[in-house]
């Protein structure tokens, strides 16, 4: 070691030893964190990737070599990512004593006509809703330049078009067809084409549910599908207070029917409401999935009314391990 470098080490006060290590490798990369997750070569490689889909797909294979968050989750089981929900003032007011007294109420009409034992056959319980799907949902988050102030993906269709599906579950997991609604004064031809054929296709002219819309579902969608599946009567369809689902002329059609039909306790749909508390979530999930590997399979194109049901349905059979 030379005389200047035993004065430089004294003075900034480094190790002897690290100041000949530096000496003798002096193209050596230093860092004073930890190793990188990627490597060189793998962060050039994402860097140059055009197509966001790919690098997406990339980063997700290689980031599943970090293991330290999952088991941080393990060795902490108290805490759990979790998304805030805004409700309004009179959900915020629905109390478990109101809750529990409503389940009480019901279960003493069923017993007041002995009807309570359908609830002992999870394929007798249904909870049907309707769900809303844009043909241009939201983008997902991805990799782009630095600095960039603008990312920008070309929107391959009405961002604010949706459509209202009706969906039905029972308590052991069955699900009738659902029913696409579309707001048309009269359906074309080539969308009805596009709708399965045991699907329910629903028209008004807001594309909303109404009463009329969901009479037809329950009458030509709802019991026929009862009846297919060989489940026994009466049956009891939960559903939320909304006028479309509570009319007179549904009454007696499901009287007629053999199907109890019960509203839910009012604004308090986001806890009682299975079909939203377990099955939309997913099915949300892999309806954007889905969008997104359509516009990858067919980038000049934009998605119509008529793509909306075979996109839709390759996502119930993923999402939902259903065949139809």
Not at 98 to 121: A, H, M, P, S, V
Not at 129 to 147: N, V
Not at 287 to 302: D, L, T, Y
Request: net charge positive; hydrophobic share 40%; aromatic share 10%.
């Amino acid at each position: 070691m030379t005389e200047c470098q035993k004065k430089a080490a004294i003075k900034f006060g480094v190790a002897r030893s690290t100041i000949q290590f530096r000496m003798k490798n002096p193209d050596k990369k230093y860092t004073c964190s930890s190793s990188p997750i990627l490597t060189e070569s793998e962060e050039s490689l994402l860097v140059q990737k055009k197509d966001f889909l790919d690098a997406e797909k990339m980063c997700n294979t290689v980031l599943k070599r970090i293991g330290w968050y999952k088991a941080f989750l393990r060795r902490n089981p108290v805490i759990s990512i979790r998304t805030s929900e805004h409700v309004s003032a009179a959900s915020a007011n629905v109390s478990e004593l109101d809750i529990r007294k409503w389940f009480t109420d019901i279960y003493q009409d069923l017993t007041g006509e002995n009807l309570d034992n359908i609830l002992k056959d999870p394929r007798r319980v249904f909870n049907g809703d309707e769900s809303g799907f844009s043909l241009c949902p939201k983008t997902q988050s991805f990799l782009g330049p630095k600095g960039a102030k603008d990312v920008y993906e070309v929107a391959t269709g009405n961002a604010k078009e949706n459509l209202t599906v009706m969906f039905t579950f029972n308590a052991a997991g069955e699900t009738c067809h659902p029913m696409v609604i579309f707001n048309y004064k009269r359906i074309p031809q080539n969308i009805i084409d596009s709708v399965p054929a045991n699907w329910g296709i629903g028209r008004s002219d807001s594309g909303w549910m109404v009463s009329e819309v969901f009479h037809e579902f329950v009458a030509n969608v709802f019991h026929p599908f009862l009846i297919q599946s060989g489940i026994e009567f009466p049956v009891i369809l939960f559903v939320d207070g909304h006028k479309s689902h509570l009319t007179y002329h549904l009454s007696n059609l499901c009287r007629n029917l053999k199907i109890i039909l019960i509203a839910l306790y009012p604004n308090a749909t986001r806890i009682l409401q299975p079909a939203d508390v377990a099955a939309f979530r997913p099915l949300k999930g892999g309806w954007k999935k889905g969008v997104f590997e359509w516009r990858h399979e067919n980038p000049h194109c934009a998605i119509t009314k008529k793509d909306f049901a075979p996109i839709l349905k390759k996502c119930y059979i993923k999402q939902l391990d259903q065949k139809f």
